[in-house]
């Protein structure tokens, strides 16, 4: 089954541009008018689009995790999303629950958009410094995959 179209991404993606001549003391592989309409949009919508490409055959009938994100560019805004029985949701922030959440991953929009748009995978983003996982982070990697490009569950 492949992911669902994401609109709002689709307008995000027309924004994408490669630095001109390679390599550049601004790493950043996204032009500034993409960033400021990823910064234009709410943490919400870019998680509740990214749970579209869940795919439930990868995380088999078993699977059954909570990992909270927290958005720092947000003043800490926190969202969870939740995997069980076959689904993913997207949750309010999983920190008072009585489960609480596997692993809480801290990233802000910007870094977020890169794992979206297929800059980079979210393992690459956590190795590169871009983003921090708190807690488990085997369960971390193991959700990751579960989402989008098969190389997150490397």
């Known amino acids: 089954m492949r992911p669902m179209p994401r609109p709002l991404f689709a307008l995000l993606l027309a924004g994408l541009a490669a630095v001109p001549g390679g390599a550049s003391a601004d790493t950043r592989r996204?032009?500034?008018?993409?960033?400021?309409?990823?910064a234009d949009t709410p943490a919400r919508t870019l998680l509740s689009d990214w749970i579209a490409g869940f795919d439930a055959a990868r995380a088999g009938p078993a699977a059954d995790a909570v990992v909270r994100f927290l958005f720092l560019d947000l003043a800490?805004?926190?969202?969870?999303?939740?995997?069980?029985?076959?689904?993913?949701?997207?949750?309010?922030?999983?920190?008072?629950?009585?489960?609480?959440?596997?692993?809480?991953?801290?990233?802000?929009?910007?870094?977020?958009?890169?794992?979206?748009?297929?800059?980079?995978?979210?393992?690459?983003?956590?190795?590169?410094?871009?983003?921090?996982?708190?807690?488990?982070?085997?369960?971390?990697?193991?959700?990751?995959?579960?989402?989008?490009?098969?190389?997150?569950?490397?």
């Open 76 to 154: 800490g805004e926190a969202w969870g999303v939740q995997v069980r029985d076959g689904r993913a949701q997207l949750v309010p922030d999983p920190r008072g629950t009585a489960r609480g959440a596997d692993a809480t991953v801290l990233i802000d929009r910007y870094t977020w958009a890169l794992v979206l748009t297929g800059e980079n995978t979210s393992v690459e983003t956590v190795e590169q410094g871009m983003a921090t996982i708190r807690g488990d982070r085997d369960a971390a990697r193991r959700f990751f995959g579960w989402f989008g490009r098969a190389a997150d569950a490397r």
């Open 30 to 38: 996204v032009d500034d008018a993409t960033v400021a309409r990823v």
